[in-house]
């Protein structure tokens, strides 16, 4: 058992709230190079996340090449580049979809800059979430806005070099409250499937309607060849963008355990393992620290199942037996071999104790004094 | 604007509940030609039922070009042939996707009865909704599940004569709790693509998960050409199957702009209009009649929609400004000019008043005494 | 039948969003004076909103007094009081139900303060929404947060004059996403009782969980006299504060029957209706315009109830009847109805188009320039 | 730490499904006295359940005394008496709160007679569980069911002896699709508020609204002193009848802790921890075994909180600490502690495994033949 490799969204050591308040903390870092900084942190304590996923505009510097080095010097690799649609004035009614020609244009501009930007670092994986949509009946045209989504996707995609890939991501609701342009996986599958191989879905946690499945879409979307990553996160209600595994934790197990039976889960395939979390009013890093914790115990617990005894019993229509297999591996308590897992890699076994003793959460706050705290998105 | 055709289940005449209780009614048909009597009854009425659909195995009868012609002398055609894959004690783990492999032969040997079953009775389509799913995580492999359900619909849609539809419905869940094979209107959709033009997706207005906006899947079938049906029924919490119309009459208008907007409100054309309900405490006759005139009135909205003023306030972004043309529509009331329409006709402009005076209520009372009621399913 | 008078909110006039992005509006009032402006309009043109709900901090001046008559000069009085306590700093981790003593304290500070300026502005209401809940399991004691929020609300309600109110708003999450302190009616209904007479129930149609049937509490709340105030929206998935009736006008006009059934749509009684609005991307005033007479339009189906033909038909069990009663009402066209009863109180029969055409839009466009625009809450 | 006592329902043991289908298994008891026997088996392997609920009409018998003696003889108390207000041609519109007196009469003679029942049994108990409400808008007024159900629970109360409670559960929907008449904790605490001490609510853990927080009514009604019962069973949708922790277990381990942390997981107490579940396709003895397993594992790592630990977390504001100590009791491994309670207890250590090396399975299956299978309710 290797472990699973879990990219870390930059975002999610800034500021972050809901609507009504944004609670500031101490020692957030203020640029790219402090988030990065606080990655390598979690990496040094988890040996888990070698890479970062960066935010454009929020992460735009005037040297890509040298973030990526400086990155590389603690070890982070910069990882899948994320657009953002949905913050400029003009977007008000859309990006993309937008019935303004002009607007959609400047939308696949900031694209185009993406595609630009992965290219300084390196990066595989252009992601695209697309807030764009509706609040009221009537306001738009659904399908006119299918026609304009179609063919600003066949656009990016034609710009994308041939070893680049393009991640589609799809979400229920918010910030439109009546349509939005990819509610689910299967528009964002649909898509895919329409511009070509090196357009994949992505599967966030907290996307879905209630009472969705999402192990079923996971295994689905792996079965097509088309899953290309997880935002992890995890709910109670709407998007609540809580610590993964923090809400349900056998669901979370359920999932990697799909990804483990698809041979997912070794690291290095086309799925990336990215978290996507707002840390609204626990610390940040400890908030990675936890939801990787949570991603290993129970990426553990997935590999634990006894898959021949499992196919066994489900051949055999023995639907008590098939479950208690998986049962068995989810109530196992992993975390004993989880630390000796870390100590023979040289790691502290226990990431959280070792990463608050280690003078870092009193520093940053002491140093990170002035400037512009950093803030986030979704 | 002309009458939409409206699709009658033979099983809404026949008795039905939930797991609870089944509440028999007096007057409910015995076999198949009283059913078709009862159909004949509400498009008498209304003008608008011209077919009904079957349900194998519950109109399974011994001789269907017979039964054509008793439903063709009431002026009604026989329409989509239903499989029922749920009842036999076989398929309690599933039928088409069943872990052993002789239950999935003998569930698509029923297909192919089915198939059989549309070529006497001129049917032209096939419509298949699987309950195929499980009850407990790990009861058996979804992906497995997959490639049997892949299999075996290629196997009937190979077995299809040229001229003929295979409809594949999708629900969210019951009869299985933790998956159904067939959750989603994507999965329905990524099959259908899979099989080819003559696979399409039934959309069961009750089948979804709380939250989905319905008319956007409607809007992305139609413009993706694979929109074949409509269950219609409506629904508060899950699968209700009342009367359509009757939980959320604005979301059903929204549903028909979205066909008119494709010109699929024509008639005649690839979307068949099919109710599929169950008038638990309701009269059965009647439950059929309100729903139909439920869907005229909403359809007759939809076509009032001003479509050159909404699309000029869409692509004006003037938000407000485009949902108030819809919403004048849907204000509207529409009961006189469906009334004219009717005597236009030579219908009663009341069909249910005219139903409920006819003697008919009464004579079936007196007149289906003895023999077994028919039941039902969804 | 009159007019039902609506309470519109400060807040609905002022700039609002998602977490994603406030999109700004030019003409936003600045000031709590010129939101009073913007209420005026919007009761100068419907002639049905003859009060206007505070929310503070956002509408402190520092002269009550002055601020009522300068509302009175234009047929505007001050209504409902709103307390926040959602936006200070030391309310992360909640304000009444905060497990530190110092910032409850704090909390009740200010919902003392909202009792002086009711005394100062002659409301009548105070209401309280309580934002206070957690986001992890574990992360407090939900029974100790009972226990802190009994406590305050004891201490607050024996503040208030023995002629004020004392409004309890429920949530069923956001901002808090595990646990809301009051999460449901029941909740806020047993704390009322605990309190007296004087506390009541808010019923926020926007606050329940997915397939909540709002009018049945509506009708429970009015039964036990236990409804005080309605925050009017509409939402299709969470809190999504859009115009009232747009997303469910069937649902709007159910809730408004069973007040109407309870003789509580006569004005002037125990329930207050109040719009609680943000307008994301349309123009404020005709937003608040435009929820306005979806609320008229429901009340007046809901008074066109025929209730006699509804007893009977309820009482002889017949369903079908009864339910068409119901929907004889509902599927009335109103609006010719209350354009004539606008003509006869000296309105313009189309209030939107009036405004539009009064020039107020484009003065405060070009005069509410410079200084800071106001912004919102919930 | 002790053993919880579980009470079993009787209809467990018997023939259940979905409105789609029964699918009858081989072994089912055919009277009261079989399914007792069943029981004894549950709790001769895990000797955790020494009280079983009868369900009216189903295990109706001529002599009640006798039917405990029978139980006791192997070590099974009769407990709670469950109504059955569902299955009589007369309910179609309702039981307690049918427009038709006489109907309600009828009603009210069922739940005298389960009182009769309680005395002969020596149940503590009486639970109602209500399935009245309405399919469509209009159909009944929703206040005046209101005033025959608070009317008919006063009747029925006032019945009951000193020492004996009524238990009011609740649920959301189904069978009635529009309104329930008590769909919710508020309404059933409402009623039993206004009945006195010895009327209590039932939390039946499937019968909530999607994203309701279960622990939180728990909680809530501990502090009020009015939580009587549970039905344990889960849900991924709609009230799915599953094993208790099949769905969610870390939900189940929530609950579990708020009972712990009032003091109320010791047994003998107010609250009767009853399952209420199908074995639609499982096997019906191991279905209960497993679903004992699964709340003795629950309890027994809500129990393992170190709640000093917690309050202190809480009372520091320590959002992550806390619920990191909420967490290491649940991801704790407690089957070896239980297997040893077993061994000290004088059964084995594993229940299922006993049971199913016992020889009972195959002698039910081969001496019930013949004879009326049990079927059942919800």
Same mark, same amino acid.
């Given at each position: 058992?290797?472990?699973?490799?879990?990219?870390?969204?930059?975002?999610a050591f800034g500021n972050s709230g809901t609507r009504f308040k944004v609670f500031g903390q101490a020692g957030v870092p203020r640029n790219p190079y402090e988030k990065i900084d606080d990655v390598a942190q979690v990496h040094r304590f988890t040996g888990a996340t070698p890479s970062v996923a960066l935010h454009i505009p929020w992460d735009r510097v005037d040297d890509y090449p040298s973030l990526a080095r400086y990155a590389a010097d603690q070890g982070i690799a910069l990882g899948t580049i994320n657009a953002n649609l949905f913050q400029d004035d003009d977007y008000k009614l859309g990006s993309l979809t937008?019935? !303004? =020609? =002009?607007?959609?244009a400047k939308a696949l501009d900031h694209l185009v800059e993406c595609v630009d930007i992965m290219l300084a670092t390196g990066s595989r994986d252009l992601k695209l979430w697309l807030p764009d949509g509706t609040n009221y009946p009537g306001q738009d045209s659904i399908r006119a806005r299918q026609d304009r989504l179609a063919e600003a996707l066949r656009e990016i995609y034609a710009r994308l070099p041939a070893d680049r890939r393009l991640i589609v991501e799809y979400k229920l609701f918010e910030p439109a409250f009546y349509t939005m342009d990819i509610p689910d996986w299967g528009v964002s599958?649909?898509?895919?499937?329409?511009?070509? !191989?090196? =357009?994949?879905?992505c599967v966030d946690t907290g996307h879905h309607a209630p009472g969705t499945n999402i192990e079923f879409i996971v295994a689905f979307l792996l079965r097509a060849g088309k899953l290309g990553a997880f935002d992890f996160n995890s709910r109670f209600y709407a998007d609540d963008d809580l610590i993964v595994g923090a809400a349900d934790p056998f669901q979370l197990f359920r999932i990697l355990f799909?990804? =483990?039976s698809a041979g997912a889960l070794r690291g290095g395939? $086309?799925?990336?393992?990215?978290?996507?979390?707002?840390h609204n009013i626990e610390p940040k890093i400890p908030g990675q620290i936890r939801s990787v914790l949570n991603v290993q115990e129970a990426a553990a617990k997935a590999l634990l199942v006894d898959t021949e005894a499992l196919t066994a019993a489900q051949n055999a229509g023995d639907v008590l037996g098939a479950n208690a297999v998986l049962m $068995?591996?989810?109530?196992? $308590?992993?975390?004993?071999?989880?630390a000796d897992m870390r100590t023979a890699a040289g790691l502290d076994p226990d990431p959280m104790s070792a990463y608050l003793r280690s003078g870092y959460p009193e520093r940053i706050v002491a140093e990170r004094v002035g400037g512009q705290q950093a803030g986030w998105g979704a």
């Open positions: 058992m290797r472990t699973l490799p879990v990219e870390l969204p930059s975002w937008n019935p !303004d =020609a =002009a607007v959609r599958y649909a898509h895919c499937l329409s511009l070509g !191989d090196r =357009a994949m879905v799909e990804c =483990a395939g $086309d799925v990336t393992y990215m978290l996507d979390q707002c $068995d591996a989810y109530n196992t $308590d992993v975390r004993p071999l989880l």
